[in-house]
């Protein structure tokens, strides 16, 4: 049973373990620097397939394959998925995993979405409502462009402070404490947080409110202080986010600029490839999560780190109505179990 | 801890109790049959806010608002809301639940969103996850109806076999054991099922082997039969969805019709107020849950439900693609603890 920590935090006092993990990435992630990192990467970003939406999905199935297969399970080992994308009804996640007769749950967090579904599979391997669960998410630049901004064909110009949406994908398989190199310690769902932002070509700003939220929250429920930890990754509020989120934690007398990084930045070299204010999507942080982060916690390269994944809960219709972009976070404590 | 019977059930051995619930309605719905059973009701389908999302968005806000204080609750006692809708990105939920602070699940299960959220917060419980979480999800017929069809204006022909988008929310507070006068049992989660119906003017078939198919590992997994309980609670299959999932079933020896309803076809009557094949969206059957089901559970009329959401998982994209549409269904046990 997981402990209740202060107000907001659940330490899991089994320590559920990572099994398995994968990441997909498109063109320009894998030419990107964390192109070594990716386990499945595409040169033609429709994947061979009619449409964009279609190829989405398949960053899923072979995101969760690639994880299962790293974890010599198969489907029929997992007792549910926890699966969530950006599109309309979130088809991705539906059609890139209805053939796998897992359990199925859709969650919808936006970009935080990697780390509900992890949040929530070590919360059911920790309290034995699942043997093992299956976390994905994905995104895909020319899905999300057409659905939420411009046609491609149009080639709107881009504000600086826009975020580049990553065609990539990112699944983790959690199992049993003790098993696997790394393992999940507590977990703080956030509470929506809404300071008015209105650009939606300036999400960082609108969810680096909520990251700072959450990340205070953990911090005061579990009295630890950002110097015990080796990182802490959000994902993805960008170069704009995450300096508001820092300006934010500072005037609480928080300093996290020497651990911070965020996914959105690690993604993308952002002149060499003209992202802007960086990378987004709720594969971006999927994929640095099942990449880079993941390999270095498995080697002891690092310790412990906070995974704080960001959402921005808006769609096309509340901005039109000229609603503000509320923000969410959710964080995930992983630690190495390397010697 | 929750004990897993057979493949696919969770048994709840601490069986959480409901706290509270409350059902909201829109006006066609209010002149429905079951007028006289939701706690609030509106006759203007705007709620006096300037569109219809918004109002959407109250739907929610009163449901959980109105089940709170039947509960004798507030929102700090409350450790999770797991809340969702159908239209693009959730924002029902979003809007509707941003100013309650709580820790806030994104949930995605199309119209099965009431049975995937309730088990959860059950689970929650169950687990000590939470001490108390709160489900809850919405439907509007004009946001759901120039979202997913045609503008309101256009005054379109509906086939015999659609179904009519509810007006309506429902919102349940789940707690511990022995409180309340209803716990809740068992829950089994689905898995996507998909057998290639296209027409999205005919959801009913496309959700029914997904409903069947959960029932059927439901009654496989405990071993019990049909005639164990007073109630087999579709939500909502419609009238040609029931036809087809009672079929399905028949054909493995399984005959549910006796005691067979769904919320599609008790939330209108289906001639007079011409809704063709019944009610739809997850507000029809959180609203008819939270009103009269809740309520005989409550007094001990209803002793054991069997609730079962059902949802489409497309969107208007997936089926201009030309993809089918993959239907799931989930269920929750219900039991009166009335003497």
């Known amino acids: ?79 549910y998925i926890l699966a969530g994308d950006l599109l309309n009804q979130c088809i991705s996640s539906t059609f890139g995993l209805r053939s796998l007769g897992i359990p199925f749950l859709g969650q919808y967090g936006a970009c935080s979405t990697m780390a509900q579904t992890l949040g ?43 975020q580049w949406t990553a065609t990539a994908a990112g699944s983790v398989v959690v199992g049993a404490h003790g098993r696997g190199e790394v393992k999940i310690n507590a977990v703080t769902f956030g509470r929506i947080a809404d300071l008015g932002i209105k650009d939606a070509n300036n999400m960082g700003a609108a969810m680096a409110p909520a990251a700072a939220q959450t990340l205070h929250d953990y911090l005061t429920d579990t009295g630890a202080s950002p110097s015990d930890y080796d990182l802490i990754l959000t994902g993805d509020l960008g170069a704009v986010g995450c300096e508001l989120m820092d300006e934010i934690l500072e005037k609480d007398g928080i300093d996290i600029r020497e651990i911070h990084n965020d996914c ?21 942080s999927a994929a640095v999560l099942c990449s880079i982060i993941l390999r270095q916690l498995s080697s002891g390269e690092l310790k412990k780190v906070l995974f704080i994944g960001t959402g921005a809960l808006m769609s096309t219709t509340s901005s039109q109505q000229g609603e503000s972009i509320p923000g969410i976070a959710h964080l995930v404590f992983l630690e190495s179990q390397a010697k």
Not at 22 to 46: C, I, Q, W, Y
Not at 144 to 158: I, V
Not at 265 to 280: F, K, N, P, T, W
């Open 1 to 79: 049973m997981p402990t209740r920590i202060g107000k907001y935090t659940l330490q899991l006092d089994k320590a559920p373990g990572i099994l398995g993990f994968a990441s997909v990435a498109g063109k320009k992630e894998k030419e990107g620097p964390l192109g070594a990192f990716f386990d499945v990467s595409h040169t033609d970003n429709t994947l061979g397939d009619v449409s964009w939406e279609k190829a989405e999905s398949q960053l899923q199935t072979e995101a969760v394959q690639t994880a299962l297969k790293k974890a010599a399970l198969e489907g029929k080992d997992v007792d």
């Open 120 to 162: 929530l599979a070590s919360l059911f391997v920790e309290t034995g409502i699942a043997r093992r669960a299956v976390a994905v998410t994905s995104s895909h630049f020319c899905s999300a462009e057409r659905q939420f901004r411009f046609p491609l064909e149009y080639g709107g110009q881009r504000t600086p402070t826009a």
């Open 264 to 284: 959105g930045l690690m993604i993308y070299e952002r002149q060499a490839q003209d992202v802007h204010a960086g990378g987004s999507g709720c594969g971006c």
